[in-house]
């Protein structure tokens, strides 16, 4: 589920816990045509793509990361600060997931009130934290130039398209920062303070866009990264 599902009446889809299939059935549309040949179209192409492969990625940078840890003895103490990352931005998934009314409304309170896209915000805290588990220099890359490559371009083709649905989404962008969190959420237009009904976490959001998933997608990661060893050297050990 994206960010920009949080405008939308669509269900997202989910694949896997770490890199899921954030994007929502609808795609942004264009606001024209440009040359095939000028920055702004290549821009534009590369940000389909990017939608387009984020999922296929995620199970190669998860096929990856396992191979990694086969070769790598992993850093019992790394793993144990990884959780400091992992589970605020797990919270913050779950957060955004539970908070977002999918009423083609522009959703600006909950985490939303202090950073535009809180998905894609917990989603790097939770790469960054398995990054920081693994003793492997290969993985830290890989991640960062994908969610350079990808999110990047992402995030930006989200945000032409809630301007272009949005009039109020200007206004918003101006109150609350793309990535990096505030502080405190910034108040609704006019100083007015969100209603009850609006701030509330709803389970059933939760459950509805499937956010449990990156929970138990995580949850495996660790018991892969305390027991694939010496699984695996039991089994070599009883094969000789």
């Known amino acids: 589920m994206s960010d920009r599902a949080h405008a939308s009446g669509v269900p997202a889809r989910t694949a896997d816990a770490l890199e899921k299939d954030e994007t929502q059935a ?28 984020r999922v296929p990625l995620g199970f190669l940078v998860a096929v990856l990361y396992l191979f990694e840890l086969v070769r790598h003895t992993p850093d019992y103490t790394a793993i144990g600060w990884s ?16 908070t977002v009314k999918k009423n083609r409304q522009l959703t600006t309170t909950g985490p939303y009130a202090c950073t535009r896209n ?10 960054a934290g398995f990054a920081l588990a693994l003793p492997s220099w290969l993985v830290a890359v890989v991640l960062a130039l994908g969610f350079l490559a990808v999110y990047v371009p992402v995030i930006a083709s989200e945000e032409r398209f809630l301007r272009a649905t949005f009039p109020e989404y200007d206004e918003y962008s101006r109150r609350v920062p793309r990535l990096i969190p505030r502080l405190f959420p910034a108040r609704q237009p006019g100083g007015a303070v969100p209603s009850v009904d609006d701030r509330g976490f709803s389970p059933a959001l939760y459950f509805k866009h499937r956010e449990y998933n990156a929970v138990l997608g995580s949850a495996l990661l660790y018991l892969c990264l305390l027991f694939l060893r010496p699984a695996l050297g039991v089994f070599l050990n009883g094969l000789r």
């Open 26 to 53: 609808g795609s942004p549309q264009s606001g024209g045509t440009a040359p095939a040949s000028t920055p702004s179209a290549w821009a534009a192409r590369w940000q389909r793509i990017a939608r387009r492969i």
């Open 118 to 127: 809180p998905l894609y915000l917990g989603s790097m805290l939770i790469a």
């Open 83 to 98: 959780v400091a990352l992992v589970a605020p931005g797990l919270w913050l998934r779950g957060y955004a997931a539970g």
